[in-house]
């Protein structure tokens, strides 16, 4: 499968991206800045975004949208912020969705 791959964080998480030719979507902390560009994302059909984690949040309500559709794969990944748990989460729903059950989830 071939497809655009956009990376969205602020500009220390896009950087090095941004070196390797990807797409790049720098924001700062305003959420409607953050909610434009994730529906640019989604409007111009990118097949892979990563996200930030601490951005992800207030990304969510447009991503949220399409997390059943098969593109975009929307990946959640901690940066140099300590992790709120929000990329665990939404990787283990990712996984729910894809094999029936959250392997990530701890069941004590």
Do not use: W
């Given at each position: 499968m071939e497809?655009?791959?956009a990376v969205l964080g602020d500009a220390d998480f896009?950087?090095?991206?941004?070196?390797?030719g990807l797409d790049t979507f720098a924001?700062?902390?305003r959420p409607e800045q953050i909610i434009e560009s994730a529906r640019?994302?989604?409007d111009d059909k990118y097949t892979l975004v990563v996200?930030?984690?601490?951005?992800?949040?207030?990304a969510?309500?447009?991503?949220?949208?399409?997390?059943n559709l098969p593109t975009p794969c929307i990946v959640v990944v901690p940066f140099t912020t300590a992790s709120g748990g929000f990329a665990t989460k939404s990787l283990g729903e990712?996984?729910?969705?894809?094999?029936?059950?959250?392997i990530l989830q701890n069941n004590d």
């Open positions: 497809g655009k791959v896009v950087m090095p991206f941004s070196a390797l924001v700062g902390q640019k994302i989604i996200v930030a984690e601490n951005i992800a949040p207030m969510e309500e447009v991503f949220s949208t399409q997390q990712a996984l729910k969705r894809a094999m029936g059950i959250n």
